[in-house]
T-cell receptor, first 113, second 113 residues
């Protein structure tokens, strides 16, 4: 069964700082990878996804993620965060031939203005 | 496209009462998922349906929980009897073809007192 580990539960940054959120998954086969964002009081929204091809994936709002197969990682990055990026970020994975999306525990990002 | 629609947005009920949560998936989506989100356990998949048929209900916590999907445009999650530990946000999500990433509803915040 797949599992997802997000390294940091809380991250606090100042505006304009660079962001990297770690995500590692455990699964021996081919996977699809996702990052979701949940703004305070709202539902989860898809930030970006990786299925195949270029391991560097660009998503909405300036976010990107890099799939490193050898490290089973899919870290989320943004060069310069804004106060409006304050939210909880979830990494998720499912097997290519599976149907269940397994989520990590989430990382709460707080950006200080 | 109205997205995934959940009702009610908030529900407060007394312990022992029956609670019914409702979900309308995006038209044409053939997968529907019910998740529960709590601070302690994060996002947990409770059950999912494909073409109205329950595929995996291994995440349903106990017999007090039941879910149905009588047609392609409607699903319910019922808790009977409800207990304070069921307090959580319950999300419904749908997908055109798993695994393509899900679209989440706004959630139902359930409080059992």
């Amino acid at each position: 069964a797949q599992s997802v580990s997000q390294h940091n539960h809380h991250v606090i940054l100042s505006e304009a700082a660079s962001l990297e959120l770690g995500c590692n998954y455990s699964y021996g086969g081919t996977v699809n990878l996702f990052w979701y964002v949940q703004y305070p009081g709202q539902h989860l929204q898809l930030l970006l996804k990786y299925f195949s091809g270029d391991p560097l994936v660009k998503g909405i709002k300036g976010f990107e993620a890099e799939f490193i197969k050898s490290k089973f990682s899919f870290n989320l990055r943004k060069p310069s965060v804004q106060w409006s990026d304050t939210a909880e970020y979830f990494c998720a994975v499912n097997a290519v031939f599976g149907n269940k999306l397994v989520f990590g525990a989430g990382t709460i990002l707080r950006v200080k203005s | 496209d109205a997205g995934v629609i959940q009702s009610p947005r908030h529900e407060v009920t007394e312990m022992g009462q029956e609670v019914t949560l409702r979900c309308k998936p995006i038209s044409g989506h053939d997968y529907l998922f019910w998740y529960r989100q709590t601070m302690m356990r994060g996002l947990e998949l409770l059950i999912y349906f494909n073409n109205n048929v329950p595929i995996d209900d291994s995440g349903m916590p106990e017999d007090r929980f039941s879910a149905k999907m009588p047609n392609a445009s409607f699903s319910t999650l019922k808790i009977q009897p409800s207990e304070p530990r069921d307090s959580a946000v319950y999300f419904c999500a749908s997908s055109l073809t798993a695994p393509q990433g899900y679209t989440f509803g706004s959630g139902t915040r359930l409080t059992v007192v």
